[in-house]
């Protein structure tokens, strides 16, 4: 393992300050963007629901309406896509609601999306596929998360502080590499102080207030994961495994409103000096 994690961050190292370039190079490459949420209904897409199934969702936790996707939060689950996806930019607008539930009635508002989702639905907690998370909770948008199933199938690798926040790593350019199987590795402005509370703000958020619209921007390239909130890169792994699959859109106690998920197709990262 530690072999595999020194040919990551020297090919890192070869590529940091060219990542810009490469983008890029690779635009004209690009496919044309596919709207994985079409704005009138959910096709391409299928619910699932704890304790209730595929397609079951008698409380209307998602629906659509005058071009927005509202998911209420108020039942455990997520939406998932039929297809599986590998080297794309994912763009998501989405906004926080008033409502929450349950369990997290008076908890931080709380959602995610969750890449490279493979196995069963239901397959963690009951409730989502394995799968590596791009955390959506106030204060902490960005944080990864291992969604897995504590085995080497699920894991990620990035560059982190010296020192943990509250148990977590915090991701930090140009710092020492890490595998985790489990667990998160937060995004660096992320309050130290931050409480699990709804209508918490830290002093950096990145995030607009609530009801405000945001643009996550998630680009998987090859085995790299990038996180972009509202332009500022957030997060970044240097290696991820898996590398692809399906898309989820948690429902985890907080309404939430989407207007755009959209998916372009990029080219793999070329290898360390192509093209120079």
Not at 32 to 61: A, M
């Amino acid at each position: 393992m530690k072999k595999i994690i020194l040919i990551l961050v020297i090919a890192v190292l070869f590529t940091n300050g060219k990542t810009e370039k490469t983008f890029a190079r690779a635009a004209s490459d690009q496919q044309p963007t596919i709207r994985l949420f079409n704005g009138k209904n959910l096709d391409g897409w299928y619910t699932f629901i704890k304790d209730r199934g595929r397609n079951s969702d008698p409380k209307k936790v998602f629906t659509v309406k005058d071009g927005v996707m509202r998911i209420s939060g108020e039942e455990w689950g997520c939406i998932t896509t039929h297809g599986e996806f590998k080297n794309y930019k994912l763009v998501v607008e989405y906004k926080w609601g008033d409502k929450t539930y349950g369990s997290r009635l008076n908890n931080a508002r709380d959602n995610g999306l969750l890449f490279h989702s493979k196995g069963a639905d239901g397959g963690y907690s009951g409730t989502w596929m394995h799968s590596i998370e791009c955390n959506i909770i106030e204060g902490g948008t960005g944080d990864f998360i291992v969604v897995g199933d504590k085995s080497n199938d699920f894991l990620l690798t990035c560059l982190v502080a010296p020192e943990k926040q509250n148990g977590s790593y915090i991701y930090q350019p140009g710092g020492d590499p890490v595998t985790v199987n489990s667990g998160r590795i937060n995004w660096p402005g992320r309050d130290p102080d931050w409480k699990d509370e709804k209508g918490f703000r830290g002093k950096n958020d990145v995030e607009h207030p609530v009801g405000e619209w945001n643009r996550l921007e998630c680009i998987a390239r090859g085995s790299e994961l990038f996180i972009y909130l509202n332009g500022t890169l957030v997060n970044h792994a240097i290696h991820s495994k898996p590398d692809e699959g399906r898309i989820q859109i948690q429902s985890e106690g907080a309404e939430i409103f989407y207007r755009r998920v959209d998916l372009t197709s990029i080219s793999p990262c070329p290898p360390p000096g192509a093209g120079e």
